[in-house]
C-alpha cells in the first residue's frame, strides 16, 4: 500500500478514509470505468454490485457487496440535455436559502459527486447504506491508490433496446409510407415534365424542317 499510495498524487486522506472500518475479508475489488459510459446505466451496475445482488448469498438484510472502485469520473456522459437541464438542490436551514446547482457546474466542481449522488439514490435507505458508501471509492481520473490489490475490472453488459411499442412503430410506418409516396410523386412530376420537354423539343425541329 505504500508504494501505491506514494504514485497516487489526489487526496490520499479522502481516497482511503473509511477503509478501516470495513471488514476485506473475502472482498473482490472491482473496477469501473466510467469514461464513455451513460450516468444511469452505470450507477445502477455499480449499486448492484455494492447490494451483493450479484451473488447467489444474497440477503437484504446482510452486507455482502465488494469494493467498487471507480475511475474516469470527469468522463462520464448523459443523454438528452441533462447537462443543462438537471439540477442538484439543497437548503442551507436558514429562510430563503435554497440552493441549486447544474449537472454542468457539478462537473466543473468535483464530477465524483455526480456518480456517489446517483449510486446512493439507488440504495436503500436503512442502516447498511453507510457502510455501502464506504465501499465506493470514485476518481476523477484515472489513478488510484489501490494498485497493490486484486483488481478486477468490471465488463459492462451489452444493453438491451427496448422493442418498440405498437403506437410508435405505426406512427414510424406511416411516416415511412408518407416519405415513400412523397418520393414516388417526384419522381413521376420529373418524368412528366422531362417527357414534356422532350416532345416540345420534337415539335420544334418538325416546325423547322
Not at 466543473?108 to 459527486?113: I, L, N
Not at 465488463?155 to 422493442?163: A, D, G
Not at 418498440?164 to 417526384?186: D, F, H, I, S
Request: charged share 35%; hydrophobic share 35%.
Amino acid at each position: 500500500m505504500a508504494a501505491s499510495s506514494q504514485a497516487f498524487s489526489g487526496n490520499l486522506k479522502k481516497a482511503l478514509a473509511g477503509l478501516r472500518r470495513i471488514n476485506l475479508d473475502g472482498l473482490r475489488w472491482r473496477v469501473f470505468d466510467a469514461k464513455g459510459q451513460v450516468l444511469g446505466r452505470l450507477s445502477s451496475h455499480i449499486a448492484t454490485v455494492l447490494q451483493g445482488k450479484d451473488k447467489p448469498t444474497y440477503a437484504p438484510n446482510r452486507e455482502d457487496g465488494d469494493m467498487c472502485i471507480v475511475l474516469n469520473a470527469k468522463d462520464i456522459s448523459v443523454t438528452g440535455r441533462k447537462m443543462t437541464h438537471k439540477f442538484y438542490r439543497w437548503h442551507t436551514g436558514y429562510v430563503g436559502n435554497l440552493k441549486e446547482r447544474s449537472l454542468k457546474d457539478q462537473m466543473e466542481k468535483d464530477p465524483t459527486e455526480v456518480i456517489r449522488k446517483a449510486v446512493l439514490r439507488m440504495l436503500p435507505r436503512n442502516k447498511l447504506r453507510d457502510d455501502r458508501d464506504r465501499k465506493l471509492r470514485i476518481f476523477s481520473g484515472s489513478e488510484h491508490p489501490f494498485n497493490d490489490r486484486p483488481l478486477e475490472p468490471f465488463v459492462m453488459p451489452p444493453r438491451n433496446v427496448r422493442e418498440m411499442r405498437p403506437r410508435a412503430r405505426r406512427a414510424l410506418v406511416r411516416a415511412q409510407k408518407k416519405l415513400e409516396q412523397g418520393n414516388t410523386m417526384v419522381n413521376t412530376r420529373r418524368k412528366k415534365d422531362g417527357a414534356d420537354a422532350s416532345s416540345g423539343e420534337v415539335k420544334s425541329t418538325d416546325a423547322t424542317a
